[in-house]
């Protein structure tokens, strides 16, 4: 029951108790039908839910640990798991890698931060000025956000064990795939409002001007922004920008949201993306190759709730807000 937390287990054995489906209740917590199955049986044979005793090192950390881990670092995103290590309360013996590797599992992998010049703080703090009284109900709810997302295969480490009989060594449901060089992974495109979603676009090798326009825009984006209110917003990648782009834009009458260089922290759906990579690696199954990954997040991004969607949006006053009190800088968004 890796996958759901103690309290998630006592919640669902509850609804099961209740008389709700194993279905339903697996779809409240994104988690496979057979997981709440395997609950079940499980409680019915122990009393409890708790995992039943492993074989091997017992964990480094606790429940407590690991919830003072994720907060910690989910507060201020630049933290260094040596700094938990240290802020930790209570005696313990934890590593750095410990840390890593609690928040690997909370979704969180370390990055460079982008680095903010003098002229970037001041187009931050000069956009959120002009944007400090736009209103949900006036103006987000009319802007499509837009951008592009790199998902890497997460390969497993070459010591996955198949159970076989002594004669198939060789059978085809007994021989592991080669794995992808260097892992590789997939880039979609993606844009969501208040009120729905693009599909989730597979966008294959060096995406530039004429394939931006041709691939993504023209049978995508045009068909959402269908109302003359509705605003489109991008990044300032290149083929964003290129004048190819620009006049595709301008000649089928798009008004574009201005955006600000270096501030994915503004766009509502840097958030979407990180909660996309998160149900696909709690799937029960990982994706085993390039076109597994590609149907999961397809698969995943279609059943995200548009209620989700509509709060991460509603939050743009508060990123307008955050972005001018801290005069351009980094905001917790």
């Not at 480094?60 to 640990?65: F, G, K, V, W, Y």
């Not at 997302?149 to 449901?173: C, I, M, T, W």
């Not at 995943?300 to 209620?307: C, L, N, S, Y």
Request: proline letters at 5%.
């Amino acid at each position: 029951m890796a996958r759901l937390s103690r309290e998630d287990r006592q919640i669902a054995l509850g609804r099961l108790q209740a008389g709700q489906s194993e279905s339903a209740i697996a779809r409240h917590f994104h988690v496979s039908q057979s997981t709440i199955s395997r609950l079940w049986v499980r409680f019915q044979a122990t009393g409890s839910v708790a995992d039943l005793p492993r074989a091997g090192r017992p964990r480094a950390t606790t429940a407590a640990h690991d919830r003072f881990i994720r907060l910690r670092h989910l507060r201020n995103r630049f933290l260094s798991a040596s700094s938990s290590v240290q802020a930790l309360p209570g005696p313990h013996r934890l590593s750095d890698q410990t840390v890593r590797n609690r928040l690997h599992e909370a979704g969180l992998r370390a990055h460079r931060g982008a680095v903010l010049t003098r002229r970037h703080r001041q187009n931050r703090v000069q956009w959120g000025n002009q944007h400090l009284r736009w209103t949900v109900r006036n103006h987000w709810r009319h802007v499509w956000f837009s951008d592009e997302s790199y998902f890497l295969l997460q390969r497993h480490d070459g010591r996955r064990r198949v159970y076989r009989r002594v004669n198939e060594r060789y059978a085809p449901n007994c021989v592991d795939e080669a794995p992808v060089h260097g892992g590789g992974g997939v880039m979609v495109w993606g844009a969501i409002n208040t009120a729905g979603r693009s599909t989730l676009v597979h966008v294959q090798g060096r995406i530039t001007a004429q394939r931006y326009v041709e691939e993504i825009l023209r049978p995508h984006a045009l068909p959402l922004l269908a109302d003359q209110d509705d605003i489109f917003q991008q990044d300032n990648a290149r083929p964003h920008t290129a004048r190819l782009t620009t006049q595709f834009l301008t000649d089928h009458h798009v008004q574009v949201l201005p955006w600000p260089s270096m501030s994915p922290d503004m766009n509502p759906i840097e958030h979407l993306w990180d909660e996309l990579d998160i149900r696909v690696r709690r799937r029960e199954e990982a994706p085993a190759n390039h076109r597994d990954l590609l149907q999961a997040l397809q698969e995943e991004w279609d059943t995200i709730p548009q209620q989700d969607i509509r709060h991460l949006i509603q939050s743009m006053p508060r990123r307008c807000r955050a972005v001018v009190a801290a005069q351009g800088s980094h905001t917790p968004y």
